[in-house]
């Protein structure tokens, strides 16, 4: 009998603060566009996807689009969609 299994979720699993901060540390840390906007894509897909576009005052469908693999958001929609999952942006030295 073959083994079932399911496409990965990162979204399922974070649950809390220290989760998500650590998720896009990481994200951040790749320098990867793309990678970094999917990863605010799944924190928003986490915290309820319509809710966010709501409270960033975007359309649940652009905010999709634009925090997908593909997407290149614009720094304002960047900071909106931040701060409306309860987040800001901070800058530290490059080490190394």
């Known amino acids: 009998m073959p083994t079932k299994t399911r496409p990965f979720d990162p979204a399922a699993y974070l649950e809390s603060e220290e989760a998500i901060?650590?998720?896009?540390?990481?994200?951040?840390?790749?320098?990867?566009?793309?990678?970094?906007?999917?990863?605010?894509?799944?924190?928003?897909?986490?915290?309820?996807?319509?809710?966010?576009?709501?409270?960033a005052g975007l359309s649940r469908e652009s905010l999709y689009r634009t925090l997908g693999q593909d997407g290149n958001p614009e720094l304002s929609t960047l900071l909106r969609v931040l701060g409306a999952l309860g987040l800001r942006l901070s800058i530290r030295p490059a080490t190394g």
């Open 21 to 55: 901060a650590a998720y896009l540390t990481d994200a951040l840390d790749s320098n990867d566009p793309g990678f970094i906007a999917d990863a605010i894509g799944v924190v928003a897909r986490a915290r309820g996807m319509t809710r966010v576009a709501r409270e």
